[in-house]
């Protein structure tokens, strides 16, 4: 089969240039170089830019391409510019897209209908289960992608570029999936017992090959070569989609009465305000419109009235389809003052970070130390004998049954915990008060370690001085987390 027979029929049947090149197996920028291509592979070149004398060549120009529904046209591609423009794509501040389209399954057939008509007209030349043009899917990275990126001055970003989904349609896209459903239907039986395969995208390019499926089957229900349409692909719509973005920082918590996400009893908000709702309202409407959608993650979570300090405790926000992906020092330093001016929590180190990071909040939680400063009461005046006994340098093990406090939202278990060290001073004003600092390992309940539940944990620090000890007040100190890195302003 020459080159210029193949190109001969296929224009013969109205096909475009563009699919002309497809089934000439061009590659890359020859989709470009249109003339340069033709001549290479000794076809004769018709410019259908500027016209022609001959009046046959002219009329076959004005027809919809029967293999691409006239995708590749110059016309098609202006208009899928102008409807991206229209998208508020302007709000989207990332240097990079990826372009989606979804064609309809009556394109597909189309391709399938020319490849018999190869077959008819040129025999073993043609492959019967390796299809003879470059896929429309192909065509489109090669053809359509790269003009829509020049036209909005971006490139192509597989990993984090704006993803722009293109729906495309066609009149008889209905039409031709009944039709081949009944040729389905034939070819591929429904097992006994099974449901029949739904007609997709992935169903013709696997199961239809003419190795697969006869030419004379194929013919009874599609016309081969494909007719000439009436009517080109239409854009059914268009929807943006922004990259995740992920935004790290460390929180500190100055309120006693401050929950870590929305509290809910009974239907009915107990606190009016949490951490998470803090953070996300100051931060995320800089990244995304829909707030609601953000996800807040921490490196543990505090009770309602433990307060959090030293460096804070490390968290991220997840923003999906994120109109920013930059954070500059300006911004993060006004979003800070306003998470400052709540006076119930400040927060530190905000940056964008990596997708990967997110593994430093998520792993590693049960290994970690932490660091807790008590305020614990005695009914008696702290002894020396008593501080004696809670200053240990060298930790040990305790035995926690899982608080009845927390039992609603967690299995009972009894769990080993080591605490690492104690050390206790007295506070100078109320001698009856102590200052305890206590090193443990992540997930010990601090408030029953100080007072037992009556023999719940054990030992406690109540079991060791051998006396009732309540606690009034905890701090934590410090989180084993070194991340995200300190941010200096
Ligand atoms: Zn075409």
């Known amino acids: 089969m020459k080159n210029q027979d193949l190109v001969d029929y296929l224009r013969e049947c109205g096909v475009c240039q563009f699919c002309q090149l497809r089934y000439l197996k061009a590659r890359g920028n020859e989709y470009q170089n249109q003339k340069e291509y033709f001549e290479r592979v000794s076809v004769e070149f018709i ?64 391709q399938l209908s020319m490849w018999y008509a190869l077959l008819d007209k040129f025999g073993s030349d043609i492959s019967l289960d390796r299809s003879p043009d470059v896929s429309l899917k192909e065509a489109i990275k090669l053809i359509l992608n790269p003009t829509i990126c020049e036209s909005l001055r971006k490139n192509y970003d597989i990993n984090n570029g704006l993803m722009i989904n293109i729906n495309l349609c066609h009149a008889q896209e209905e039409e031709g999936i009944a039709r081949l459903g009944k040729l389905n239907n034939v070819v591929h039986p429904p097992k006994k017992g099974h449901k029949l395969e739904p007609i997709s995208r992935s169903l013709i390019e696997k199961k239809y090959t003419p190795l697969r499926v006869g030419s004379e089957l194929f013919k009874e229900v599609f016309p081969v070569p494909p007719s000439i349409p009436n009517e080109s692909l239409k854009l059914d719509n268009i929807s943006l989609l922004g990259p995740s973005t992920y935004v790290a920082g460390r929180y500190r918590k100055i309120s006693r009465h401050l929950s870590h996400t929305p509290w809910v009893l009974n239907g009915e908000r107990v606190m009016s305000d949490s951490i998470e709702e803090i953070i996300i309202r100051n931060i995320a409407p800089h990244f995304c419109d829909d707030t609601k959608k953000v996800n807040f993650m921490s490196s543990g979570r505090e009770d309602v009235d433990v307060r959090c300090l030293g460096a804070g405790r490390p968290f991220v926000l997840e923003i999906q389809n994120a109109f920013r992906v930059s954070l500059p020092p300006e ?13 119930k929590i400040s927060v530190r180190d905000l940056q964008v970070v990596a997708r990967e990071d997110l593994s ?19 009914s008696r005046p702290v002894t020396t004998d008593i501080l004696k006994k809670l200053n240990l340098e060298q930790g040990f093990e305790i035995q926690q049954k899982t608080p009845i406090r927390v039992l609603h939202r967690r299995p009972l278990h009894t769990r080993p915990r ?47 001085i051998g006396q009732p000890i309540d606690i009034v007040a905890l701090d934590v100190m410090e989180i084993d987390l070194d991340w995200p890195p300190t941010v200096t302003d």
């Open 360 to 378: 430093h909040i998520k792993m590693g939680e049960e290994q970690k130390r932490k660091c807790y400063r008590a305020l614990c009461q005695l």
């Open 418 to 464: 080591t605490v690492y060290s104690l050390k206790a001073s007295v506070c100078q004003q109320n001698k009856r008060l102590i200052i305890l600092d206590v090193v443990t390992q992540a997930g010990t309940y601090i408030k029953e370690l100080v007072y037992g539940e009556f023999g719940r944990t054990k030992p406690s620090v109540a079991s060791v």
């Open 331 to 343: 911004q993060a330093r006004q979003m800070k003052g306003c998470i400052d001016a709540s006076q």
């Open 47 to 110: 410019d259908e830019s500027n016209g022609t004398s001959d009046p046959a060549n002219k009329k076959k120009r004005q027809n919809v391409c029967p293999t691409c529904l006239d995708l590749f046209s110059n016309s098609f591609k202006e208009q899928l510019l102008q409807a991206i423009l229209c998208t508020d794509i302007e709000k989207y501040e990332c240097a990079g897209i990826v372009v989606a389209i979804s064609i309809p399954i009556v394109l597909q057939l189309r």
